[in-house]
Nanobody
Framework: QLQLVESGGGLVQPGGSLRLSCAAS????????IGWFRQAPGKEREGVSC????????HYADSVKGRFTISRDNAKNTVYLQMNSLKPEDTAAYYC?????WGQGTQVTVSS
């Protein structure tokens, strides 16, 4: 069964960094556009970043531009989200997405 599995979340202080991973099974990630989304308690799920299949063009939400970087490692069939200069408002469950498929999410908490 096609599956996306996120990892790398955790508790970090403001200004800190985390790297999230999205690993795929049963399909090859670089053939598809992959997105990262997040959902904070009481809020709607929002798009954070995506990387295209064709030329690895990247896009970012205004709220994370300059702080987050999305990338892919085709050899590992994994997409990463490097998050720097984290803020308390980045606290959310983070999900990777490919079309109709979603991972289970990984929690990121930014707090002192």
């Amino acid at each position: 069964q096609l599956q996306l599995v996120e990892s790398g979340g955790g508790l970090v202080q403001p200004g800190g960094s985390l790297r999230l991973s999205c690993a795929a099974s049963k399909f090859t990630l670089n053939y598809y556009t992959i997105g990262w989304f997040r959902q904070a308690p009481g809020k709607e799920r929002e798009g954070v970043s995506c990387i295209s299949s064709s030329d690895s063009t990247t896009h970012y939400a205004d709220s994370v531009k300059g702080r987050f970087t999305i990338s892919r490692d085709n050899a590992k069939n994994t997409v990463y989200l490097q998050m720097n200069s984290l803020k308390p408002e980045d606290t959310a469950a983070y999900y990777c997405n490919m079309g109709a498929y979603w991972g289970q999410g990984t929690q990121v908490t930014v707090s002192s």
